[in-house]
């Protein structure tokens, strides 16, 4: 405890500090950091809003790119009548089912054909095609199948999803380590012992890497499904306001649909960190915690 | 050495038969079907061990090492020859032969104990009874304090004990050792040795050990086993005797005869090689 350090440089200093005093002022200029980071995004958030109020009907006409007070004032409006909650409802709802569709598909497909060399030398040009086609253009032919109504923008959602998750476990599946895997032979482990010791372990940290880019598609698969037809949601929303020349409407649904892939974003980083933290994962020689 | 070997298997392996070695390569050769055509790695190379004898295998690189040692667990059938496991012809991967290599193989989502459990769990052991044996093997490597620790957090040396903590964990009946140390510092390599040969003095088994360091061939064994050129052939097959403490290997390593064994074993080793 009492224990006496000198810091380099600081030798000429009046004392050497101990080792309490000097984990304080390390803690200190942490937080000091920490805290000038934030006023410098806070500032950087407050000249973008300022400018935008200031410029608006001046540089450009108001219409056209609204201000920032309009927004907040349509924001606040539609926040307290329940516009926004009702269709973000809507627009979620789409999102999760297609979110958790298209994962459980995905991951699914992935190990089943990874595990196949040769299933997965037969299929691969046809998965290639398949994830090369703009599935945006899907959407008018899904209309026709499934109507206009939830099914069709779950599906558009799952169908973005499915080949992320997908492609990265399946190309995760073929380069698991083939050593580890002998030596999992070699103790006695079966073909099932295998894809349950080895395979479906290393897939969780495949799948978490690929949820990470799967939301946002998501969430993008939900809201142009509601471009090409709906009258809910907040993609209608969106292009319900542009058609009134609303442009304040338009930037509220950009940001509520924001404020919805960031929120989620982190949540799964969080999950992310746990599942490392099962999985045994370091970041530069530390457990990722 | 030979009644160190009798006394170690009357000490151990109840189950090896009294007469006749555990392994027995003969007349082994092993060829790889290549773009060149057919490439022979080993030729008529054989090797008995004894029960509880640690045998090692040294010679230069491409000599078909490791090559016998897949030959060994199974993993490869030669192309002439017999392989004989306890007195029985073998083909095919043995549960009661531990094989590790210096690669590490730890599985990175399982902490220190899980990894050691993992053969017995591949066996169907229960939870506490694999965690209690487990638990067990790592306090005999030093690995007690840990034992909650994935493999990222253990240095490298750690690491290599976890892993042969799983591999002694199943009480195999032959220990195929395939360069264990070559990865670590000149340092952890001789606590590592000191370490295997404490344990190997409680828990004799039967060792097949391939390196390229003749210095730790003739310190831990009692017999070493020289393949030269390529394919790799027997050079030399010679029994270590010492008059220094088998158990202190610094001790060995400074006794003239250890200077002469490692003197004629490059010699062997040397002589096949092809002129640059």
């Known amino acids: 405890m009492t224990q006496e350090v000198t810091i380099a440089g600081e030798a000429a200093g009046p004392a050497p500090l101990d080792a309490q005093a000097a984990l304080r002022m390390l803690g200190r200029r942490k937080t000091q950091r920490r805290a000038l980071v934030w006023l410098l995004r806070l500032v950087i958030l407050a000249a973008v809003l300022v400018s935008w109020q200031l410029t608006s009907g001046h540089l450009f006409p108001s219409f056209i790119m609204s201000s920032t007070s309009q927004v907040w004032d349509r924001l606040t ?49 046809f998965i290639n095609a398949l994830y090369a086609i703009p599935k945006i253009m899907l959407g008018p032919l899904f209309v026709v199948w499934f109507g206009i109504d939830l099914t069709m923008k779950a599906t558009l959602a799952g169908l973005f999803v499915v080949f992320i998750v997908f492609y990265n476990i399946w190309t995760g599946v073929q380069e698991v380590d083939k050593d580890l895997v002998e030596m999992y032979r070699i103790m006695g482990g079966g073909r099932w012992a295998i894809v349950r010791g080895i395979y479906l372990p290393s897939a969780m940290s495949w799948l978490f890497n690929s949820l990470r880019l799967a939301f946002p ?10 471009f090409v037809a709906s009258s809910e949601g907040l993609g209608y929303v969106a292009t319900n306001a542009a058609t009134q020349a609303d442009t304040a409407g338009v930037f509220v649904a950009v940001i509520v649909v924001t404020v919805v892939a960031v929120a989620m974003d982190q949540l799964i980083v969080q999950v992310q960190r746990l599942v490392n933290v099962r999985l045994g994962k370091t970041d530069g020689g530390r457990l990722v915690i | 050495m030979i009644q160190t070997a009798e006394w170690r298997r009357k000490q151990g392996g109840q189950d090896v038969p009294a007469q006749g070695p ?41 000599c078909g090492k490791s090559t016998l040692l897949h030959v060994a667990v199974g993993l ?57 044996i487990a638990a067990e093997m790592a306090q005999n490597l030093g690995l007690g304090s840990c034992l909650k620790y994935f493999p990222a957090q253990l240095s490298g040396g750690m690491r290599q004990r976890v892993q042969l903590g799983r591999t002694l964990v199943i009480r195999p009946k032959l220990l195929l050792m395939d360069e ?11 606590r590592m040795q000191e370490l295997l040969r ?43 005797e010492s008059s220094a403490d088998r158990d202190d290997l610094m001790a060995m390593r400074s006794t003239p005869e250890f200077t002469e064994y490692q003197t004629r074993l490059w010699e062997i080793i040397s002589s096949n090689e092809e002129p640059e």
């Open chain 1, 77 to 125: 409006n539609w926040l307290s009548n329940g516009y926004i909650l009702n269709n973000l409802g809507v627009t979620l709802q789409e999102t999760f089912i297609g979110f958790l569709g298209g994962t459980v598909i995905g991951a699914a497909a992935g190990i089943l054909i990874g595990l196949s060399k040769f299933a997965s030398d037969v299929l691969s040009p």
């Open chain 1, 217 to 226: 598609v998501a969430l993008i698969g939900a809201t142009v499904g509601e």
């Open chain 2, 22 to 62: 555990v392994l027995d390569l003969r007349s082994v050769s092993v060829r790889y079907l290549t773009k060149s055509g057919l490439n022979t790695a080993v030729a008529d190379v054989s090797i008995k061990v004894d029960p509880g004898e640690f045998v090692s295998v040294v010679g230069p690189s491409g």
């Open chain 2, 76 to 132: 490869i059938r030669p192309a002439a020859g017999k392989v004989t496991y306890l007195g029985q012809e073998w083909a095919g991967l043995h549960p009661d032969v531990g094989y590790v290599t210096q690669k590490d193989t730890l599985l990175p989502w399982k902490n220190v104990i899980d990894n050691i459990a993992l053969p017995l769990q591949l066996k169907g052991a229960g939870r506490s009874e694999r965690r209690k």
């Open chain 2, 180 to 190: 264990p140390f070559g990865a670590l510092d000149a340092y952890l390599r001789l």
């Open chain 2, 198 to 240: 404490s344990i190997l003095r409680g828990h004799p088994v039967s060792t097949v050990f391939v390196t390229h360091d003749l210095g730790e061939a003739i310190a831990l064994s009692d017999r070493v086993v020289a393949l030269a050129g390529s394919p790799g052939r027997l050079g030399l097959d010679c029994a270590i």
